[in-house]
């Protein structure tokens, strides 16, 4: 069957603009997770949906991350004002429902800010 | 908060070689315990897991067993290939996973 899609495989932009990251969950799939995963680290969590609300959002850096599900199937991340330090592979995970539930692990969107 | 320490790399070995890989784990309650494994030009996967304590995962000749005790999650295989050359990631969970930092394992023909 399908596995998580993220898109675009790769994200190019400049300093100060923003970028919208979509991640694409496993059909039925009621969990979803957001990490960041800088080169040579493991990832890092960001935000986990439970349906359509944010149950957890702890791991956002700051206020110029947002992310939405609003049918609790397909998720954006959203990221303002980019700077630098925001280039990474943006990973997106969905699990059947939370807890100790298998993540699955889409490819990825690696940013890069120019 | 929670969090996990595994054995730095890289690690280089020679073909049927056996592979460990350290993992120890710092949680206030019982997570489940997992090995992710990132093959070059790939995204991550799961390698196996461990709900409980005593519990052993087992995928592709690689084994881990849940130890309370020690709070550690080794990650061992007997005979390395070449095709295991990898980026081994540790990681627990009580929803969210928390990461080590990664080994990279090179296995030589």
């Known amino acids: 069957g399908a596995g998580v899609s993220q898109t675009p495989s790769n994200k190019v932009t400049e300093k100060g603009k923003y970028v919208e990251l979509r991640c694409d969950p496993i059909?039925?799939?009621?969990?979803l997770y957001w990490y960041r995963q800088s080169l040579g680290q493991g990832p890092e969590f960001l935000i986990y949906?439970?349906?359509?609300?944010?149950?957890?959002d702890s791991g956002l850096p700051n206020d110029r991350f947002f992310a939405v599900r609003p049918e609790g199937s397909v998720s954006t991340l959203k990221i303002q004002r980019t700077e630098r330090g925001d280039s990474a592979v943006y990973l997106c995970?969905?699990?059947?429902?939370?807890?100790?539930?298998?993540?699955?692990f889409g490819p990825g969107t690696r940013l890069t800010v120019l | 908060g929670d969090s996990v320490t595994q054995m730095e790399g890289p690690v280089t070995l020679s073909e049927e070689a056996f592979l460990t890989i350290n993992c120890t784990y710092t949680?206030?309650?019982?997570?489940?315990l997992f090995w992710y494994v990132q093959y070059p030009g790939e995204g991550l996967q799961l390698l196996l897991k461990?709900?409980?304590?005593?519990d052993k995962g087992s995928n592709k000749g690689f084994e881990a067993t849940y130890r309370k005790e020690t709070t550690s999650f080794h990650l061992e295989k007997g005979s390395v290939q070449v095709s295991d050359s990898a980026v081994y990631f540790c990681a627990l969970s009580d929803y969210k996973l928390s990461f080590g930092a990664g080994t990279t394992v090179t296995v030589r023909a």
């Open positions: 461990a709900t409980k304590a005593d």
């Open positions: 995970a969905s699990s059947l429902n939370q807890g100790s539930d298998t993540q699955y």
């Open positions: 949906f439970q349906g359509t609300g944010a149950a957890d």
């Open positions: 059909s039925g799939h009621t969990a």
């Open positions: 949680a206030t309650g019982y997570p489940s």
